[in-house]
């Protein structure tokens, strides 16, 4: 069973141009989003692809917007077919991926602007990368040119965090611009209501919070319904205690109250609002570690078990739920974070931070974390969230938001590799074509930072007529093994012929 | 049996100062090295610690200088006592280890100025810098200058790979400058005499450069004596052929004259010229894989069953072996490379090249291959040889040295921390606790690069007093997990304070 059977899908591809004139066809994670207009400008909001689809349910009174719900009821969605194109399956696989809970499309049904995509381990692994402002800078502007300015180095998804002013018109503008989904924690927005008093925080505030961001158009949830009352003690020990913002607000409440988490106690009415706007779950870790040594401990799988139970909780009302993970974790050790997420969130995607395999190296937690995420994706992680090189020293800037998003492109493709993804190994392979045969345009287009990849050979080899020369500057023309290999095969050929 | 009992040894460290007047003190690659010397000539050469050790050898006439070979003879050497103080262990340790090849302290005895380190799974993973010029550009002025920076970010070991003018001055100058093991391809040098022309090599001309560069004091040679005529037939249906640059010279010379390498067919030789110096070898993977699609084939791994055949005959002769490593290797192919390394060359140290684990993003070659050299790190490999943001596409500036440094010391470290090095961990949790203490001071002081996570940090917040502040520009005051974790913990010990 096919909605709306007749519409004919357009998926916009990255197409790379190479020099013997046949193209090379990438995801584009921008999708329609054009990111060289100059006259753009972000009140006016971009085109809504979706409007007729959501304008059919609403039409027909569907109670429930969630992709689940209809993969359920065998209903394969405009969505379904669109990520199934994107992904190159058939839109039964992905019909059934969501069915059972290992892949989720997030997409709210007042974001018409959602050019979806989808996140499940059978699918390629995708990278979100957080922008939004604090107390201490950034306009809304900035906040929607981080926005494009990441989506056209490769996020999937973006969340907005910010916690400084004008929150609501800030995501506004972002929703209304974004061909990704956008993600929130709603609880930053929720403690502004109370004046940053946790203790002040209840269900009511929260729920209220909920629908204003479900109103916009947000896609996914943070929910910090995991920091269970009894979990906060097992903190104790910690050299770092709780690091995610929710979970140590929580954490509060609880303690304050000396009551349970409200998020775990009326699950049931958030339910509701994730429900009737397509909102999917992204359950928080609030209880992750912030620090290697306070890695894979008692409150961090503590936590995660509760994630399992409402894990089950949110599919039983078709609701699409993702799981976050850590965070700071040695090599190690993380293979058993990915195992017991397996194990006892039934394959719900797993979306990890980093995680970072040492503490050391602030100000290249970029890489330190990018090094985790590689080998967490490649066990089965679906979402990784990206860390810049700002992380825990400031608010990251654009050039840190690329930065971010680069490393964590490597280490998704690194992992699309490694799993035997499809299509994944085509690109190195083109490119490693292109480099043993001096293509030096091709492999610079087919990378992913063509420009820097140009102007760091132009550096030392700036003429036009080197972009064909047979070596670069770091070996020189007669220490080049590729040429001397070449020079090798044509030789061998030669003689070859020469015998015949 | 030790030698020179009475010497007193001092093993430079570097102290870090942290606020409450404590000291942390870490392993310190460029040992009695300053490198903030205004003064510094490179012509008058560093201090020479190992004179009287030599002298007092070649006195008694040992005619191996080689480290395995006083081991074997139960004799602890004045370098075994430095690497045992420097790692931590007993000499015994150190002793015992080298016998069984299962590490190596590259020191040649006319490399006085060396400060000895150790190579090998037991020990702290260690990382090479490549230095050197290229016929298209450095002065020896810069790339001694390139050796004190790559020392001063901690490269364990340097590699002078220069193929440009004055090969052999400037790799004077850089062994006189060196307190660490200078490694080189005496190869590149060989060819030079022989203008380019591969096929005019042989071992005459090559024993005589092993020669000139062994007198100099190099302490570890790259040998392609694992590239078989055979062999390279094997390498036609690659992507990118042969990417080592001794590799395709080898290949080169072989077709040419359909006669067996001369590398391998004189190992006895070369043994000869690496016992009288104490040069250790590092046998080169000539057909390492230069792409992922090349990874972990038929090539790779017969050339590997003969490095494990040199590596018994060089032990034969009592001769330091290390085992050189690819190159690029996707995520689940990485394991293989270690563990046939292990069972064929008998645990003899593998000294990798990262590996890069995607080809698809030069530029960021730092990045792709920092994931990779991390994961083998920790599978066993016993040094990284850095790859720079410059690689495939040009000579690495000191910047691209300084990027290449850090990625490796992240990787290496990440290796140390999850192999459970005694001590490894420690900066990582002091590091972690001032993070948590907002002790930003010790943060930036306990880092791998201080003025770097400062100059982030001061970005957005750059007054003196924001040293102190319980937040940063990222999350600002009222969203800082921490401040509120830390706020939590101290009225909980308040309320249970009021109780009793």
């Not at 669109?82 to 039964?92: N, Q």
């Not at 609880?187 to 961001?213: H, M, R, S």
């Not at 620090?291 to 599919?315: H, P």
């Amino acid at each position: 069973m096919t909605e709306n059977t007749q519409t004919q899908l357009h998926v916009p591809q990255n197409e790379i141009q190479l020099s013997d004139g046949s193209t090379f066809k990438t995801y584009r994670t921008a999708g329609s989003l054009c990111s060289h207009d100059d006259e753009f400008d972000y009140k006016v909001g971009i085109n809504k692809l979706r409007k007729h689809w959501i304008e059919e349910r609403l039409a027909r009174g569907d109670e429930n917007h969630s992709q689940m719900y209809y993969a359920k009821k065998g209903q394969i969605t405009n969505e379904m077919r669109y990520v199934a194109i994107r992904e190159g399956v058939s839109p039964e696989f992905v019909l059934n991926e969501i069915k059972i809970g290992r892949a989720i499309i997030p997409s709210n049904r007042n974001h018409p602007e959602l050019e979806p995509m989808i996140i499940g381990k059978k699918f390629l692994v995708k990278i979100n990368a957080n922008i939004g402002n604090s107390a201490l800078g950034s306009s809304i502007e900035e906040e929607v040119e981080k926005l494009r300015w990441s989506l056209h180095w490769g996020a999937d998804t973006v969340m907005d965090l910010s916690t400084g002013k004008n929150i609501h018109e800030t995501r506004e503008w972002i929703i209304r611009n974004a061909p990704v989904p956008i993600g929130t924690v709603p609880l930053y927005q929720a403690l502004e209501k109370v004046k940053g008093k946790a203790e002040n925080l209840n269900i009511d505030i929260f729920i209220e919070t909920l629908i204003e961001q479900a109103e916009q158009g947000v896609d996914y949830f943070t929910i910090h319904a995991g920091v269970l009352h009894d979990y906060v003690a097992l903190t104790k020990k910690r050299i770092t205690g709780i690091v995610s913002r929710g979970g140590s607000i929580m954490a509060r409440w609880c303690l304050h109250h000396k009551k349970e988490n409200f998020l775990y106690e009326h699950f049931d009415r958030i339910n509701e609002v994730m429900k009737k706007y397509g909102v999917s779950y992204s359950l928080g870790d609030g209880l992750r570690p912030g620090c290697i040594a306070d890695a894979n401990d008692e409150a961090q799988f503590a936590e995660l078990k509760t994630l399992g139970e409402l894990t089950k909780k949110a599919w039983a009302e078709d609701i699409q739920v993702m799981v976050e993970g850590p965070g700071h974790v040695p090599l190690n050790l993380i293979e058993e974070n990915m195992r017991l997420q397996n194990e006892i969130c039934n394959e719900a995607p797993f979306y990890t931070l980093g995680p970072l395999v040492t503490d050391i190296a602030p100000g290249y937690d970029h890489i330190t974390s990018a090094i985790g995420a590689a080998m967490i994706a490649w066990y089965g992680t679906a979402m990784l969230c990206y860390v810049t090189p700002k992380e825990h020293l400031g608010l990251p800037n654009k050039q840190d938001v690329k930065d971010g998003v680069i490393a964590y492109k490597i280490a998704a493709h690194a992992a699309d590799v490694a799993k035997g993804h499809p299509g994944a190994k085509e690109r190195d392979d083109l490119l490693s074509k292109a480099r043993f045969e001096f293509r030096w345009e091709d492999q610079f287009a087919l990378s992913l930072d063509p420009e820097l990849a140009r102007s760091y050979h132009d550096e030392t080899l700036p003429q036009d007529g080197m972009k064909k020369a047979h070596f670069c500057s770091m070996c020189g023309p007669s220490f080049c093994s590729m040429h001397l290999t070449q020079e090798l095969r044509k030789e061998e050929d030669e003689r070859s012929l020469s015998k015949n």
